[in-house]
C-alpha cells in the first residue's frame, strides 16, 4: 500500500520574499538608476560620435554601453518583477521574468558583437587591399576620454555604495564599469593611433573594435547559456542535488530516497521529493518529517526554496 499526500507551504514561499521596500534595496535602486541615466547619456555620445565620426571603435564601444544600459534596465525592472509574490496569474511566482530578459538582452548583444566583428573584418582587409581608412575626428578622442573618466567615476561610486549597503550585486557592478574603463582604453589607444599617427596607423581603430567585439561577446554568452538551460527546466547542478539528498537522507524517519527532481525559477529553488517512510506513520507525523527537511535545505542553501514531497512506504 503507498499513500501519497502533497502539501505545499504558501507562508514559506512569502517568508522568503526580501522586503521591497527596505532602505537596501532603495539605496541599491537609486544608485542603479543615476549609473542609467550616465549609461545611457554615453552610450548616446559614443554611437553618435563613432558614427559621424569615423571610428569604427566608438561605435563598438557604444554598443559596449548598451550592454550597461541593459544589464541596468534588468536590474531596475525585471529583478523587481521576479521578487513578486506568487499569485494567482503566476502561481509559481515571476523568478522567470528574470530570466527571459536575460536570454533576450544576452542574445541581442550576441548578435550586435558578431556584427560589430564582421564590420571590422571588412576594414581590415581593406586596410591590407591598400585602401585609405577614414580618419577618426578629434572630437572621438575626447568622447573616448570623457567615457573613462565618467566610468572611473561611476566604479567609485558604486563600490563605496556597494560596501556600505553590503550588497553583493553592486559591487559586481561595480568592477563591470572598471572593466567598460578598460574596454575603452583599448578604444582610446585605437582612436588616438588612428586620428595622431596618420593613414598607416587607422588600421589600430578596427582592430580595437574588434576587441570590443570580444568584450561584447564574452559576457553576453555567459549570460545566454544559463539563461537558456533555465528556460529549458535544466536540473539544478549535480553538486546541489548530492546535498539535498544528503539533507533528506539526514531525517531518521527517512528509510530511502526514491527520487529527486529539482529546478530553478529566477531566485527560487524547487525541488520535488519522493521518499520511503515506516507505512504506519499518521499524516501528522509525515508532516512533521517534511517541515524538519524544509527547515534544514532554508538553513543550508537560501530562504528561496520551495519543496513538494511525496511519500511512500
Known amino acids: 500500500m503507498s499513500h501519497h499526500h502533497h502539501h505545499h507551504h504558501a507562508d514559506s514561499l512569502l517568508r522568503s520574499i526580501p522586503d521591497e521596500g527596505s532602505s ?52 531596475l525592472i525585471f ?41 571590422a573584418g571588412e576594414s581590415i582587409l581593406a586596410y591590407f587591399k591598400g585602401e585609405e581608412l577614414d580618419q577618426p575626428d578629434f572630437w572621438t578622442f575626447v568622447v573616448v576620454l570623457f567615457a573613462i573618466f565618467c566610468k572611473e567615476g561611476l566604479y567609485r561610486f558604486y563600490s563605496a555604495v556597494g560596501r556600505r549597503v553590503e550588497s553583493k550585486a553592486l559591487v559586481a557592478n561595480a568592477w563591470h564599469h572598471r572593466s567598460d574603463a578598460l574596454a575603452s582604453v583599448a578604444t582610446l589607444i585605437g582612436v588616438s593611433c588612428a586620428h595622431f599617427f596618420g593613414p598607416a596607423f587607422r588600421i589600430f581603430d578596427p582592430i580595437a573594435s574588434l576587441v570590443i567585439a570580444g568584450f561584447i561577446f564574452i559576457p553576453a554568452l555567459r549570460l545566454f547559456i544559463p539563461s537558456f538551460a533555465e528556460l529549458m527546466e ?15 537522507a539526514a531525517s531518521p524517519e527517512v528509510k530511502e530516497v526514491v527520487a529527486i527532481r529539482s529546478r530553478r525559477n529566477g531566485h527560487f529553488l524547487y525541488f520535488d521529493i519522493a521518499i520511503k517512510v515506516d507505512p504506519n506513520l499518521s499524516l501528522s507525523q509525515c508532516q512533521k518529517i517534511s517541515k524538519v527537511i524544509e527547515d534544514a535545505f532554508h538553513r543550508d542553501f537560501c530562504a528561496h526554496v520551495t519543496l513538494s514531497f511525496r511519500f511512500f512506504s
Do not use: W
Open 24 to 75: 537596501q534595496a532603495s539605496a541599491i535602486r537609486r544608485v542603479v538608476r543615476i549609473g542609467c541615466i550616465i549609461n545611457f547619456i554615453l552610450m548616446g555620445l559614443k554611437l553618435g560620435a563613432g558614427y559621424f565620426g569615423h571610428s569604427e571603435a566608438l561605435f563598438a564601444d557604444g554598443f559596449h554601453s548598451l550592454n550597461d544600459v541593459a544589464a541596468d534596465i534588468i536590474m
Open 79 to 119: 529583478v523587481g518583477i521576479s521578487y513578486r509574490k506568487p499569485d494567482r496569474r503566476f502561481n509559481y511566482g515571476y523568478g522567470k521574468f528574470e530570466t527571459f530578459s536575460s536570454f533576450l538582452m544576452s542574445s541581442l548583444l550576441l548578435v550586435i558583437s558578431v556584427l560589430i566583428a564582421i564590420e
Open 234 to 248: 535544466h536540473s539544478l547542478p549535480e553538486d546541489v542535488v548530492e546535498k539535498a539528498r544528503g539533507l533528506i
